[in-house]
């Protein structure tokens, strides 16, 4: 929450030349890419094991080795968001920063779930539902953000 904070400032402060904003959506686009698709691969995992097809072993390894790409794709939609110029009196802006903020906060709740799911080896059902939720919620607020992000394009 911190740094959406510093990227709304930052955001105040900068105003990039054309050659930077056009750099800008195409990293932004890139960090999508690989923090959508990587929380997908998980999400993914997590359906396989609700369907009998894989382990929750398997779910919480893969969550724990895509860790890195999911917060590097979050930190580098903000940093480039923060060179788009984004319209703060636009509502759906605003919704879309909140969602952003959903994803993140969700991720460090997530992390948490998960390192107790990997400590167990029965879990109780009151994690699985909390992990559940959280991978329900995430995909919310990629999503949203995604097509807001769309229809905010120029
Ligand atoms: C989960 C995080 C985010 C996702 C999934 C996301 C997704 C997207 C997508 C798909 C686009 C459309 C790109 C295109 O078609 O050219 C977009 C555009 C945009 N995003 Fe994001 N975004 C995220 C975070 C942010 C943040 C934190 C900001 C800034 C505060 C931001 C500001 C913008 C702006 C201003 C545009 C319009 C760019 C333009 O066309 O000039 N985004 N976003």
Avoid at 95 to 108: D, E, I, N, P, T
């Amino acid at each position: 929450m911190v740094a959406l904070a510093g990227v709304v400032l930052g955001s105040h402060l900068v105003d990039p030349p054309p050659a930077l904003h056009t750099a800008a959506q195409f990293v932004h686009l890139a960090c999508v890419v690989l923090g959508l698709g990587s929380v997908l691969a998980v999400d993914w995992l997590g359906l396989r094991w609700q369907l009998g097809r894989a382990t929750l072993r398997e779910v919480v390894s893969t969550a724990a080795a895509l860790a890195v790409p999911i917060w590097l794709g979050l930190s580098g939609l903000m940093l480039s968001g923060m060179l788009l110029s984004p319209d703060y009196e636009s509502t759906i802006t605003l919704v879309k920063l909140a969602m952003v903020g959903v994803a993140g906060v969700v991720g460090v709740l997530a992390l948490a779930v998960s390192r107790r799911l990997a400590a167990r080896t029965s879990p109780s059902r009151r994690l699985l539902r909390a992990g559940l939720l959280m991978a329900a919620t995430s995909q919310l607020a990629w999503w949203t953000a995604t097509v807001i992000g769309f229809l905010n394009r120029t």
